[in-house]
């Protein structure tokens, strides 16, 4: 479902009196983002979003690596996520190489190009490998290849993050190219990732062992963790809530104000 219908049918769904799981982007703006989140705790459902990595046995090592310090204070990290072109994520849609009618490429129906739909995972394995908010961001669009497709969305962009406790994410999503990787070095020693933030099943070391852990149906392993919290009568855990979605936007928006301006924006 595109980026921009998120918040009509979260909102239609709680009115409903219905749990809702909303894929991520949760949605294109702050004010959209609050509003679906108000909606759900209006009428007293809960609101979840779509972070299947969260699941993933592998990346729950990378949050317990990370955030214990297992290795010493991650210092670097680095995440990318591309694929040639949008037309490679739906087989199903035909898309005529001068035409804009994929949704992703369509701004007001995305937001954006990959920085929405590929460059989150870079945003969210950044932040819970630290534990941490950004707290300022720099920005740079990459060469536009096909500039009739993506004359309102980018093609690729890079950005950096800079962390309260002195770490750096150095990321990049694209529709121009193929990446797939995650590299994160602490003050001793190192973990990696490649295949990384994609489907998977993934593959990496630390610079002591193998990453060697079971690869569920990422989806199915969501939706058990999710639904087994609701029909136990628990609360959904803070880092798959729509406040989580919504610091995500928060930090999408700066990226984007950095890459237009070309100055370092402090995200309050």
């Excluded at 001068?98 to 739909?117: A, F, I, Q, V, Y």
């Excluded at 945003?123 to 630290?130: D, E, F, K």
Aim: hydrophobic residues 35%; proline residues 5%; contains cysteine.
């Amino acid at each position: 479902m595109p980026n921009g219908l998120h918040k009509e049918f979260v909102i239609r769904s709680a009115k409903a009196g219905k749990h809702v799981i909303t894929e991520k982007p949760m949605a294109i703006t702050v004010k959209d983002c609050e509003e679906m989140i108000r909606a759900c705790n209006d009428n007293n459902v809960h609101l979840a979003v779509g972070y299947r990595l969260h699941y993933n046995p592998t990346h729950i090592e990378l949050q317990r690596l990370g955030q214990q310090k297992v290795l010493g204070q991650v210092r670097y990290i680095e995440a990318s996520l591309g694929y040639k072109t949008y037309d490679t994520l739906d087989k199903t849609t035909v898309v005529d190489k001068n035409s804009r009618t994929e949704w992703r490429l369509n701004k007001k129906l995305s937001g954006g190009g990959p920085l929405m739909d590929l460059g989150i995972y870079c945003i969210q394995a950044s932040r819970y490998i630290l534990g941490e908010e950004p707290v300022a961001v720099t920005a740079q669009y990459g060469p536009v290849n096909d500039k009739i497709r993506f004359s309102e969305t980018e093609e690729t962009i890079l950005w950096q993050m800079e962390f309260k406790s002195g770490a750096v994410a150095n990321c990049s999503s694209s529709v121009g190219f193929y990446t797939d990787r995650l590299y994160a070095t602490a003050d001793e020693g190192w973990f990696a990732l490649s295949p990384a933030l994609s489907y998977g099943p993934f593959e990496g070391k630390t610079s002591a062992r193998p990453l060697e852990f079971p690869h569920p149906n990422p989806q199915q392993a969501q939706m058990d963790g999710i639904g087994k919290v609701l029909l136990e009568g628990g609360k959904l855990p803070d880092h798959i809530t729509g406040g989580e979605g919504l610091k995500d936007i928060r930090i999408i928006n700066a990226i984007y104000k950095a890459a237009n301006s070309g100055k370092r924006v402090v995200i309050g």
